[in-house]
T-cell receptor, first 113, second 117 residues
Framework: KNQVEQSPQSLIILEGKNCTLQ??????????LRWYKQDTGRGPVSLTI?????NTKSNGRYTATLDADTKQSSLHITASQLSDSASYIC????????????FGPGTSLSVIP | EAGVAQSPRYKIIEKRQSVAFWCNPI?????LYWYQQILGQGPKLLIQ????????DSQLPKDRFSAERLKGVDSTLKIQPAKLEDSAVYLC???????????????FGPGTRLTVT
């Protein structure tokens, strides 16, 4: 069964600190993996996208890594800001347009002053 | 480029009533998705359209939910009759689906928050 799991479920960190969010998946065959940020009351917005051949992708203070062999990805946030408080969702896509796009349950991040 | 539009943004109804949501995708996007997102969870796909045809509706509760995408552009999602457990945010997303790296990259609307009392 194709699944995406994320950990931790929720996280509270101090402003300025770094953090890492985890994503494990079993989707196969695999096409690409995305990290989305969802602010409260808004739709998800794409942060990074990686194919199976990519190990890392950065977007400002956000760096995603991918290990296609172990089917694990992480999202590292550097020097966190209050505006980083949001839900971070890992999304894995199958090979074709008709394959499932599987969403993880998300990690809720709270950055406090 | 205009984003995905959804309306209404908020809706409060009593159980057993009916409700409809509207979505206008990004111009030129062939694929349209409706998701249900319960508080604290990731989005759950309800239905996926490719142009005006249904690709996947395996998780749509067909006894009460229906959706259509006439002319392959905008779409409506209806719930009739609503139950308390339908309280959630209903997200609409669209994607180009022309293959390559950007295949499946979905752009989401702001969602409609439904409260069933």
């Amino acid at each position: 069964k194709n699944q995406v799991e994320q950990s931790p479920q929720s996280l509270i960190i101090l402003e300025g600190k770094n953090c890492t969010l985890q994503c494990n998946y079993t989707v196969s065959p695999f096409s690409n993996l995305r990290w989305y940020k969802q602010d409260t009351g808004r739709g998800p917005v794409s942060l990074t996208i990686m194919t199976f051949s990519e190990n890392t992708k950065s977007n400002g203070r956000y760096t995603a890594t991918l290990d296609a062999d172990t089917k694990q990805s992480s999202l590292h946030i550097t020097a966190s800001q209050l505006s980083d408080s949001a839900s971070y969702i890992c999304v894995v896509s199958g090979k074709t347009s008709y394959d499932k796009v599987i969403f993880g349950p998300g990690t809720s991040l709270s950055v406090i002053p | 480029e205009a984003g995905v539009a959804q309306s209404p943004r908020y809706k409060i109804i009593e159980k057993r009533q009916s409700v409809a949501f509207w979505c206008n995708p990004i111009s030129g996007h062939a694929t349209l998705y409706w998701y249900q997102q319960i508080l604290g969870q990731g989005p759950k796909l309800l239905i996926q359209f490719q142009n005006n045809g249904v690709v996947d509706d395996s998780q749509l509760p067909k006894d009460r939910f229906s959706a259509e995408r006439l002319k392959g552009v905008d779409s409506t999602l209806k719930i009739q009759p609503a139950k308390l457990e339908d309280s959630a945010v209903y997200l609409c997303a669209s994607s180009l689906d022309r293959g390559g790296l950007r295949a499946h990259e979905q752009y989401f609307g702001p969602g409609t928050r439904l409260t069933v009392t």
